[in-house]
């Protein structure tokens, strides 16, 4: 069965910075493109970023410039640096894997004050 699990989330003042982590197990990770998707309160889950298996990368207009996604195939392991965090990127933070179908973690709490 396969499973990623999200860390890295935490409080951090505009302006301010975090790395998320994304820990996968159970599945063929370098077949798997990763995405980071995150869910604001009230609103609906959206993407991102995601990284694709050959390395192409996509954003969200929201993020470009401030964000970026990688991956690291020998252990399993995607990652969403994030800089100049503002508040409009509250918000829980999910991992999902996919290659055919979707892998989802549980998320973790994203919180910039400002």
């Known amino acids: 069965q396969g499973q990623v699990v999200e860390s890295g989330g935490g409080l951090v003042q505009a302006g301010g910075s975090l790395r998320l982590s994304c820990a996968a197990s159970?599945?063929?990770?370098?077949?798997?493109?990763m995405a980071w998707y995150r869910e604001a309160s009230g609103n609906d889950r959206e993407l991102v970023a995601v990284?694709?298996?050959?390395?192409?990368?996509r954003y969200a207009d929201t993020v470009k410039g401030r964000f970026t996604i990688s991956r690291d195939n020998a252990k399993n392991m995607a990652y969403l640096q994030m800089n100049n965090l503002n508040p409009d990127d509250t918000g829980v933070y999910f991992c999902?894997?996919?290659?055919?179908?979707?892998?989802w973690g549980h998320g973790t709490r994203v919180t910039v004050s400002s």
């Open positions: 999902n894997a996919r290659w055919g179908n979707d892998v």
């Open positions: 159970g599945i063929i990770f370098s077949n798997h493109h």
């Open positions: 990284i694709m298996r050959d390395g192409t990368t």
